[in-house]
């Protein structure tokens, strides 16, 4: 949640998460307008060796930070990598 404090509405955070039974997907979350954020997971695909988003399977929007934080309690894969881009 750190990184999520600091977003800015052009940026993000890439991390990964367990979701309906598959490891380690991509899920990423923005910040929009009037402080509300969206969480998106896309399947972990892998092109030339490398992990690489595939298709969008979930897109959430949340009013609070307190409420995403909740969301993502359940749905993050540990150890938690969280990335700004």
């Known amino acids: 949640m750190e990184e999520v404090n600091l977003l800015d509405l052009d940026s993000g955070v890439r991390t990964f998460g367990d979701y309906k039974g598959k490891k ?27 992990p690489v988003p595939g298709k969008r399977l979930l897109v959430k ?19 938690v990598r969280a990335f700004i881009y």
Request: charged share 35%.
């Open 24 to 50: 380690q997907q991509f899920v990423f979350v923005t910040r929009s307008p009037h402080d509300s954020y969206t969480l998106m997971v896309y399947e972990k695909k892998t092109a030339d060796g490398k």
């Open 61 to 79: 929007k949340f009013r609070t930070k307190e409420d995403l934080e909740e969301f993502m309690k359940g749905l993050l894969s540990r150890p």
